[in-house]
């Protein structure tokens, strides 16, 4: 049985305490995200799957897929465009589940503040599950909007003659990628997210 500690215990468990703690919060009930990140999550797949249809059946037959600056450098399919609007952001949403499942499997191996305090009990590390699985999940979010972005930027440069990119559209919707990215880290790490909480004793 892992040793019950106090509150504000910080001391690293050694690893046969951890394997235990690990285990035993498997065994515990899986924590439902908050109503707010599904709320984002669940928007972001919408916007995303509607963007997707409404681009894929205007686009014509001969769609650029890259630029060189703003001229198109490489073409593609219709159809060949339709696959990465899909393909792209559903192999990293199950890249990130799957990194949210290694907080029950290699605890370890998860870094985070307060990582030490969150280790401590089986029902603190399943609550450290819930906060990383609902920042990778809103990381994933970001990451769907910046492919239904792409797909509107795709669809627009189709249509234009030469297939070439309007503007500054791919630096606007970098900087706006990147600003959510860092907006999310810098909550992570310097917010009190992490902070000890009496939600996990």
Known sequence: MVTQTSRWDTGFPDPEQLRE?????RQ???????????????GAVAVWLVTVLVVYSTLPERVPTHWDGSKPDDWSS???ALVAF????????????????LVLRWPQGIN??????????????????????EDLMLIGALTTLLFAAI?????????????ELPGVFFSVIMIAFIAGILGLVVRMLLGRRYQPSDEAV
């Not at 703690?21 to 919060?25: G, H, K």
């Not at 515990?28 to 669940?42: D, Y």
């Not at 797909?151 to 297939?163: D, I, L, P, Y």
Request: no cysteine; aromatic share 4%; charged share 20%.
């Open 86 to 101: 899909v393909v792209g952001p559903i192999a990293i949403g199950a890249v990130l589940r799957l990194v949210t499942t």
């Open 112 to 133: 985070a503040p307060n990582k030490e305090y969150w280790l401590q009990t089986p029902q603190r590390l399943r609550h450290f599950e819930r906060l990383v699985r």
């Open 78 to 80: 219709r159809a060949g």
């Open 151 to 163: 797909s509107v930027m795709t669809g627009v440069a189709a249509h234009r003659e030469g297939g």
């Open 21 to 25: 703690t690990a285990r035993q919060a």
């Open 28 to 42: 515990l009930p899986t924590e439902p995200m908050s109503r707010g990140v599904r709320a984002i999550v669940g």
